[in-house]
Nanobody, 123 residues
């Protein structure tokens, strides 16, 4: 059974940091790309970052470049999203998702989804 378990969300003041974790099981982790999406109230779900475990390629949406960093620990089958210099506009539910092969940035590209973790950034 494929499972993606997201954790690490919380309430933080603007300028603060959080580290999200996505623990994966049930599929060949090193052959998949893992992405973090977020969804703010009333907005569409957007890709924040994606990491290709097979080739190390990385994607960041422009609004988080220089502030967020995605990484993995293959031994733990976990992908992390380190979020620094958080802004109120980073608030939303963060989801991790997996797709076979290359990185992607559209929801329809991803086959597996975890439950969300809430990130709230206060001003």
């Amino acid at each position: 059974e494929v499972q993606l378990q997201a954790s690490g969300g919380g309430l933080v003041q603007a300028g603060g940091s959080l580290k999200l974790s996505c623990a994966a099981s049930g599929f060949a982790f090193d052959r998949y790309a893992i992405a973090w999406f977020r969804q703010a109230p009333g907005k569409e779900r957007e890709a924040v970052s994606c990491l290709g475990n097979s080739d190390g390629s990385v994607y960041y949406v422009d609004s988080v470049k220089g502030r967020f960093a995605i990484s993995n620990d293959n031994a733990k089958r976990t992908v992390y999203l380190q979020m620094n210099s958080l802004k109120p506009e980073d608030t939303g539910v963060y989801y991790c998702a997996a797709r076979y092969g290359r990185i992607g940035k559209y929801t329809w590209e991803f086959d597996y989804w975890g439950q969300g973790t809430q990130v709230t950034v206060s001003s």
